[in-house]
């Protein structure tokens, strides 16, 4: 993947889930992006911009989960 580009987030959700999801939040995408952004704010990670050429991929500053 080009290490330039965005990034996307994608949650399998059931109708009746995202029914109801739009009913406490008219903007979903908007919320999670609020909810990313105070994440990172409170963890004090700082988003990094991209790599230079000749970097290796472990000095992308790449977050990852537990378990991934």
């Known amino acids: ?3 330039h580009s965005n990034r996307f ?7 009746a889930e995202w029914r109801a999801l739009r009913a406490v939040t008219p903007d979903p995408c908007g ?3 609020t ?3 105070r994440l ?3 963890s004090g990670v700082t988003p990094v911009s991209p790599v230079s ?6 000095e992308w500053g790449a977050l990852t ?3 991934l």
């Open 1 to 3: 993947m080009d290490k």
């Open 9 to 15: 987030v994608a949650v399998n959700l059931t109708d």
């Open 31 to 33: 919320w999670i992006k």
């Open 35 to 37: 909810q990313i952004q």
């Open 40 to 42: 990172l704010d409170e």
């Open 53 to 58: 050429e000749g970097e290796e991929p472990s």
């Open 65 to 67: 989960s537990p378990g």
